[in-house]
């Protein structure tokens, strides 16, 4: 069964660095989102991203993320300078069109840790 | 704006006996609701959705949950648990006013089964 990957599962960084967090939706998915879970607390919505663009963002998602769809299977989050409220665990979604039913499936995470 | 609330931290239950897990939701429109799994360490796996039809959703390791309107509720439910169904239980719905129908998460409900 096709599934949503992430690289890297953890993540340790020290503060002011950049970090990369890499994701490969399922194949035929045209629409990929970001979310992250801080520990203890609810799942976040970041981002979606569709036709190469950012959809929609919320306001966790300020200056210092971007996101990028490099080639035809990567979909990448990047925090320019992490800050330690960016620990949090990391989890990249995608899904294939755009009707109502259709359903988010879920990569396994990224757990960051900013030092 | 949507939301949903999940009122319980956790719930406990007794292995083999039937087990409830509590959600309640608020939405403009016509809801799409769902119920994420998450296990320790893991990513959030899909267990079922309620988007039209039948109010009784079955989904996923023997779940299902009931739709309803007049309480704007999406409880979840099994008849019988089982200690491997011990786990991180979010409840989610669906956004449409965007167009790009991010997923609202609740606070999650921590289900323990006691053997």
């Known amino acids: 069964e096709p599934e949503v990957t992430q690289t890297p599962s953890h993540q340790v960084t020290q503060m002011g660095q950049e970090v990369i967090l890499r994701c490969v939706p399922i194949s035929n998915h045209l629409y990929f989102y970001w979310y992250r879970q801080i520990l203890g607390q609810k799942v976040e919505f970041l981002v979606s991203?569709?036709?190469?663009?950012?959809?929609?963002k919320s306001e966790i998602f300020d200056d210092q993320f971007s996101v990028e769809r490099p080639d035809g299977s990567n979909f990448t989050l990047k925090i320019r300078s992490t800050k330690l409220e960016d620990s949090a665990m990391y989890f990249c979604?995608?899904?294939f069109g755009s009707g109502g039913g259709d359903t988010q499936y879920f990569g396994p995470g990224t757990r960051l840790t900013v030092l | 704006a949507q939301s949903v609330a999940q009122p319980e931290d956790q719930v406990n239950v007794a292995e083999g006996n039937p087990l409830t897990v509590k959600c309640t939701y608020s939405?403009?429109?016509?809801?799409?609701l769902f119920w994420y799994v998450q296990y320790p360490n893991r990513g959030l796996q899909f267990l079922l959705k309620y988007i039209t039809g039948d109010n009784l959703v079955k989904g996923s390791y023997g779940f299902e949950a009931e739709f309803n309107k007049s309480q704007t509720s999406f409880h979840l439910k099994k008849p019988s648990a089982l200690v491997s169904d011990s786990a991180l239980y979010f409840c989610?719905?669906?956004?449409?006013?965007?167009?790009?129908?991010?997923?609202?998460f609740g606070t999650g409900t921590k289900l323990q089964v006691i053997p």
């Open positions: 939405v403009s429109g016509n809801p799409y």
């Open positions: 991203f569709y036709n190469n663009e950012i959809s929609e």
């Open positions: 979604a995608s899904r």
């Open positions: 989610a719905v669906r956004d449409i006013s965007g167009g790009y129908q991010k997923v609202t």
